[in-house]
């Protein structure tokens, strides 16, 4: 036997040793899987077929269908002050997507690679793809960053597959900002985020936005807040058009 084929023999056997200690598990459910190429079971990925296939507004990113669009926004973002000019998402905060999500941001990193590649699709997919010059990752406090360890939107803008855009961390979050959870109705609670999020951002004094088409990169639009917030920031610092990219959308009802 030659070298080659007696380090192929070595290196099938630690395979096997490897798969009889470490069987293939989902790195989502933690099921068990066969193929050994996929990190996803079948269970998982129909629920992320599922929540990422529906039509969707490109403006605010809920779900609509196409045909429910007047002037290529849905009746929700009717007379609604949205700074940032179109949205593409991977899908809808639920299932399996939601829990890979909460995993991301409760440390596991290693999933980065199944929602960038849900990330790049919906990225691919949007209609400003082309006209992107700057990824901007929605930024932490610098104290939640502390306390992470890393910023979920910038490893995920780090996953991100584009010719020229490059990415950008002059948007900075100046103010901690609270997280609320605890309002009765969806409209109060929507005017409190936007109140708790105001001021919150700034850019560093040397950025370069001015005339600049920016995406801000974020896992979760759950109001549109943030984004608003970090879009109106962006366009006060002289970007000419701010898109969105998330993970998923969250809050579908009214
Ligand atoms: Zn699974
Ligand atoms: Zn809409």
Not at 99 to 117: P, V, Y
Not at 120 to 149: K, T
Not at 215 to 224: A, P, Q, S, V, Y
Request: net charge positive; charged share 25%.
């Amino acid at each position: 036997m030659n070298t080659a084929k007696l380090k192929q023999a070595a290196t099938f056997t630690w395979q096997s040793i490897n798969q009889l200690l470490w069987p293939p598990v989902c790195i989502n459910c933690r099921e068990s899987i066969c193929e050994t190429d996929k990190s996803l079971c079948e269970n998982c990925w129909d629920q992320l077929r599922a929540c990422t296939g529906a039509d969707y507004c490109p403006r605010c990113g809920r779900d609509a269908s196409k045909y429910a669009l007047v002037e290529g926004v849905c009746p929700d973002c009717q007379g609604k002050e949205i700074h940032f000019d179109r949205i593409a998402r991977s899908g809808v905060y639920k299932d399996a997507l939601q829990k890979m999500i909460l995993a991301f941001k409760k440390g596991r990193t290693e999933l980065d690679s199944t929602l960038g590649f849900l990330a790049n699709s919906a990225l691919q997919g949007s209609s400003f793809y082309d006209d992107i010059e700057f990824l901007v990752p929605v930024p932490l406090h610098w104290s939640r960053r502390l306390a992470r360890g890393y910023n979920q939107s910038l490893v995920l803008a780090k996953k991100l597959k584009h010719p020229r855009a490059k990415i950008n961390t002059d948007l900075v979050r100046i103010r901690r900002t609270r997280f609320q959870t605890d309002f009765d109705d969806y409209k109060t609670w929507r005017a409190k985020r936007a109140a708790n999020v105001a001021g919150a951002f700034a850019v560093r004094y040397d950025h370069s936005f001015k005339g600049r088409r920016v995406c801000l990169i974020d896992d979760i639009k759950t109001t549109g807040a943030t984004l608003n917030e970090c879009a109106r920031t962006l366009k006060e610092a002289g970007a000419s058009k701010v898109f969105a990219l998330v993970l998923a959308v969250a809050g579908q009802k009214q």
